[in-house]
């Protein structure tokens, strides 16, 4: 089975530009979640979805952040300004969600490194 | 500040020996997960352990939770040089998801 996929693996942009990382979570799970993490602030959660609805957006840091997930095999996470603060690793993880105890293992792809010059 | 905070921040030992690293959090939690993180790679999943559950093991993993102390633990025994890494934990309440600061593992041959 593959596991969670990002793109791209590694970008490095200039200060001002638009960047897109895209993610495929696990077929099956209806969980998903953008992490970032940085060496300042370790890893922090910017939002996730429940069967493709954003539930807790709450550490997506402004407006500059969004995040979509059209359907269940697909999100991205848009920075519009990029600027050098953003630079870090961005996760995506996905998971068979549950409430209470039924509460999943979380999968993590293998990150997208973003570099903001 | 954290949910889940880690210590030791570090630890260095040599291989053969024993690594423990201890996870603590202020809420309550449904369930509580380790992960491991090689330099520059993302993170690998270790273990859930829930609520109910006080122990669980995985191969040379052992991680148990107390609940009425609200901290968890991650032993790894008999370490080896490829247990090198951060090992982070994740606590999950209710819908709400954080990691700990994470614990660098050094394994020494």
């Known amino acids: 089975d593959a596991g969670v996929i990002q793109s791209p693996r590694h970008e490095v942009t200039e200060m001002g530009q638009e960047v897109t990382l895209r993610c495929k979570p696990i077929s099956g799970h209806n969980s998903l979640f953008w992490y970032r993490q940085t060496m300042m602030r370790g890893l922090e959660l910017l939002i996730y979805f429940n069967n493709n609805v954003p539930i807790d957006d709450s550490g997506m840091p402004e407006d500059r952040f969004s995040a979509k997930m059209p359907n269940a095999s697909f999100s991205t996470l848009k920075i519009q300004p990029s600027e050098p603060r953003d630079s870090a690793v961005y996760f995506c993880?996905?998971?068979?969600?549950?409430?209470?105890?039924?509460?999943?293992?979380?999968?993590f792809g293998e990150g997208s490194w973003l570099t903001v010059v | 500040s954290q949910q889940g905070e880690e210590d030791p921040q570090a630890l260095s030992i040599q291989e053969g020996e024993n690594a423990t690293m201890n996870c603590s959090y202020k809420?309550?939690?449904?369930?509580l997960q380790w992960y491991r993180q090689n330099s520059g790679r993302g993170l690998v999943h270790l273990i859930l352990i829930r609520s109910n559950e006080r122990e669980k093991h995985s191969g040379r993993l052992r991680v148990t939770l107390d609940t009425s102390k609200k901290s968890s633990s991650l032993l790894i025994t008999a370490s080896r040089a490829a247990d090198t890494a951060s090992y982070f934990c994740?606590?999950?309440?209710?819908?709400?998801?954080?990691f700990g600061a994470g614990t660098q593992v050094v394994v020494t041959p």
């Open positions: 993880a996905s998971s068979s969600s549950g409430t209470g105890l039924a509460g999943n293992t979380i999968y």
């Open positions: 809420t309550s939690i449904n369930n």
């Open positions: 994740l606590t999950d309440s209710w819908g709400k998801f954080q």
